[in-house]
């Protein structure tokens, strides 16, 4: 079962990017030809999520070589730029590297750096896939499940993450109720996440961010899943800033708490989450959200986009190679080996 929006597409040699600063008002498509605009149109978040700026840049770096033709110079410039378009999620580093590394190693055939940049989507649509399967085993019947910020088809190249471990429990008639953190600043829960649970017709409400701790406390909710943009060596996740506060809140109350995300989102090479580089976002978004002056338009604000929840915090990592617990710094290692858990 697929859904039937994709958050991007490779149409007849351009990036199709839903523009999803618009939803849920308006499901508009934005067209991107060359690779400044694929890097704008992530810095933008017009595209976001971990795993769909991944496969967006892939895209990107194809179109810096057809722009670049045979000044490699000009090619390693551009991809550059799009490697650090966002800091935080690793799937975007991971993903330009891939396809650089096609590049370079087929003397910069056009058609074999295409044929990975659909690669890189394609998988991350079954990895997701058989990670949704996986993960549903962590699911009682009639869970109330909360999550934070899209994990959905519209933060990957289709299906979800954590939102596609919900999608599948809903359709094997687990009978699931998900409460979704509307996720302040820019509300990608209230927009988007309500948007896909809604469209796919699960049981749902939408709560404040800061109504999840009571209802944690008062035994409302059975588990939370949620996704990551970034997975260090030893466990430690990067996800939407909110996510530590509720996995803090969830240790106090015993509630069990998953991230899910593809291997791709896991960074080998990192030891722990205290090196993740967090990106901080223009100080607007908090002051006028909508555009809207909420604030004294001169107030000083700190808008970390992402927050760290250390593995100590986390009961289990979701992935499409089985789901990780502790000690999850020897089982990381061993998916790095190419184990399955
Ligand atoms: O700033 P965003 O909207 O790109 O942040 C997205 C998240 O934090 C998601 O939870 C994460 O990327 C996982 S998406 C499958």
């Not at 000044?71 to 550059?80: E, G, R, V, W, Y």
């Not at 809903?170 to 896909?196: C, K, N």
């Amino acid at each position: 079962m697929e859904e039937n929006f994709k958050a991007l597409e490779f149409i007849e040699g351009k990036l199709r990017l839903i523009d999803q600063r618009l939803l849920p008002g308006k499901l508009e498509y934005v067209t991107c030809s060359t690779a400044g605009e694929v890097t704008e149109a992530i810095r933008s978040m017009i595209v976001r999520g971990a795993p769909a700026i991944g496969g967006a840049a892939g895209y990107g770096v194809y179109l810096a070589l057809l722009e670049a033709g045979d000044d490699i110079t000009l090619f390693n410039k551009l991809s550059a730029e799009l490697r650090k378009a966002r800091p935080t999620a690793v799937n975007l580093m991971w993903a330009v590297d891939r396809v650089m590394e096609t590049a370079q190693s087929s003397g910069y055939d056009k058609d074999k750096v295409l044929s990975e940049a659909d690669a890189i989507v394609r998988e991350d649509r079954e990895m997701n896939h058989r990670l949704s399967k996986i993960g549903i085993s962590v699911i009682r019947k009639g869970s109330r499940i909360l999550t934070h910020c899209n994990a959905g088809a519209l933060a990957t190249c289709g299906w979800g993450t954590a939102l596609g471990v919900i999608k599948e429990a809903h359709l094997s008639g687990l009978g699931i109720h998900v409460y979704a953190d509307e996720t302040r600043p820019l509300l990608q829960g209230a927009r988007l996440t309500a948007w896909e649970l809604t469209r796919a017709g699960i049981p749902s409400t939408l709560i404040p961010d800061s109504a999840a701790a009571s209802l944690i406390r008062s035994g409302k909710i059975d588990c939370i899943i949620l996704g990551a943009d970034r997975i260090t060596a030893n466990g430690d996740i990067a996800n939407k800033l909110g996510t530590f506060m509720l996995s803090v809140i969830a240790k106090e109350y015993g509630v069990p708490f998953y991230s899910a995300a593809p291997t791709s989102t896991i960074d080998f090479s990192m030891k722990e989450g205290k090196n993740i580089p967090i990106e901080e976002r223009d100080p607007d978004e908090v002051r006028k959200p909508g555009g809207v002056l909420m604030a004294p338009a001169d107030i000083d604000v700190y808008n970390p986009a992402f927050d760290v929840t250390p593995h100590q915090n986390i009961t289990g990592i979701i992935t499409e190679k089985g789901i990780i617990y502790p000690p999850f710094d020897m089982n990381i290692e061993r998916i790095r080996n190419g184990e399955t858990l």
